[in-house]
């Protein structure tokens, strides 16, 4: 006998809209992530003195030969990819790629 399935709308599935808002439940803490940035060599001291200016952004390593390891900590998913992508506009930056990104539970 064949099971009657309820009836879902695949747009607002896809769309979110089958959620409500109030059943949402943020994590708590934050989201860190590693970012590699690949720059110009001879303007690396200018990218990384712009990069540590930026919220919760801090360099974790650097190569002469133009890369630079920044740890950034954020508030959310949406903070973290804004200062990816303010990293990756800078003037000089040839590549900015997230290498690595979890929830940060203890902030």
Do not use: W
């Amino acid at each position: 006998m064949a099971k009657s399935h309820s009836a879902v709308d695949r747009r607002a599935l896809m769309t979110g809209r089958l959620i409500k808002p109030d059943r949402v439940i943020a994590p708590p803490g934050g989201e860190i992530a590693s970012i590699l940035v690949q720059a110009r060599p001879e303007h690396l001291a200018d990218v990384e003195a712009a990069i540590v200016t930026m919220e919760g952004c801090e360099i974790h390593g650097r190569d002469p030969i133009g890369k630079l390891v920044v740890v950034v900590d954020s508030p959310d998913s949406g903070s973290l990819g804004t200062t990816l992508n303010n990293i990756a506009r800078l003037p000089d930056v040839y590549s900015a790629s997230l290498v690595f990104h979890a929830l940060d539970a203890t902030s």
